[in-house]
């Protein structure tokens, strides 16, 4: 095989990105235009200087109304190739993306448009941009684990095009142990589990989801850091965590990129990932959290490397797909 050009950025699999995060102002005008939804908004300029964010909830509350303009399959179809065109151009081989299905089925937008929206993208990404895809789909924390519950049920004639579930949104005051349940169903489905927890939630809550919902992976996990017995643990079982340097900055867990743990992290032996989590809202895609991170805190080439490969480790991907993707 050739060798990749020296400019030719770094191949690695994305692990933690919420597909409605990386709707870009540009995109959520046309499909605003498209489907007759009224943005409170005058232009792009207007919309992107109110990403200015003091925590998780001030993010989260942006980010749920601007999804009022994702209607139609086609409109997840759009966000789904927008987003895949630009992580191809990051190096991106492989992605493992997460949705919230009921931030669309509140609005009334059916479960079954988003996830083919979302397949059409999906199902031609290997051919038009070499990167191959799974579907995680995130369960809204802050709701009741009925509706959780009732989502799993939704999702039961979809499961050929769902690999796994997530949990995600408003974390503090929401246990991972309330969806017990959900994840133990999921489980008996054959599905993957993943969980946001330490993001702005306590150690705590990173155990439970380790020993309560039986996840594979941490999503952020930073919090994990107060709890040396916790660290010690993860290292130990090998538990990828999944960090989103950039959105740490603008949601305010760290103070700034230099202040990131992420090296330390490395050090003490922690299998750390970096990835993008809402790129339209956190100033960069994948590709521009692994170089944001080298510039801040002195990586080297190996150790880029080493994240790169950790992506591909922590995967949900066979051998033979993983070393393809490589
Ligand atoms: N949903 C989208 N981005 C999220 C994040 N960073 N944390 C929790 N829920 C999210
Ligand atoms: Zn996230």
Not at 276 to 289: C, E, I, L, R, T
Request: include cysteine.
């Amino acid at each position: 095989m050739a060798l990749p050009a020296p400019s030719a950025p770094l191949p690695k699999a994305e692990l933690h990105l919420h597909i409605e995060g990386t709707l870009e102002p540009e995109l959520a005008f046309s499909l605003a235009a498209r489907n007759g939804v009224p943005l409170p908004y005058a232009d792009t300029g207007e919309l992107r200087r109110a990403y200015d964010f003091a925590d998780l909830q001030s993010f989260l509350d942006l980010y749920y109304d601007l999804m009022a303009v994702l209607r139609t399959a086609e409109d997840f179809t759009d966000l789904a190739e927008a987003y895949l065109e630009r992580a191809a151009r990051q190096g991106v081989r492989h992605a493992e993306i997460f949705f919230d299905p009921q931030a669309h089925t509140a609005r009334g937008v059916p479960f079954g448009a988003v996830v083919e929206g979302l397949g059409r993208a999906l199902d031609r990404a290997e051919e038009r941009h070499g990167i191959s895809t799974r579907l995680i789909m995130c369960f809204l924390r802050d709701l009741p684990a009925e509706s959780a519950l009732a989502t799993l049920e939704e999702a039961k004639p979809h499961l050929d095009r769902i690999t796994g579930i997530g949990l995600d949104s408003a974390e503090v005051g929401h246990p991972p142990a309330k969806f017990a349940e959900v994840y133990a169903a999921a489980a008996e489905l054959g599905l993957r589990r993943v969980a946001h927890a330490g993001e702005e939630g306590p150690p705590e809550y990173v155990r439970e989801a380790l020993d309560v919902l039986g996840v594979e992976r941490i999503d952020h996990g930073l919090r994990a850091l107060e709890d040396p017995e916790l660290v010690e643990r993860l290292v130990r079982e090998r538990v990828p965590l999944t960090l989103c340097p950039l959105s740490n900055v603008r949601l305010r867990t760290v103070g700034t990129l230099a202040d990131h743990p992420l090296r330390r992290m490395m050090d003490a032996g922690l299998l750390v990932t970096v990835n993008s989590d809402d790129p339209a809202y956190f100033g960069g895609y994948v590709g521009d959290n692994y170089h944001a991170v080298a510039g801040a805190l002195g990586l080297d080439a190996g150790q880029l490397r080493e994240l790169a490969r950790n992506s591909f480790l922590a995967a949900f991907l066979d051998h033979d797909e993983e070393r393809r993707a490589r």
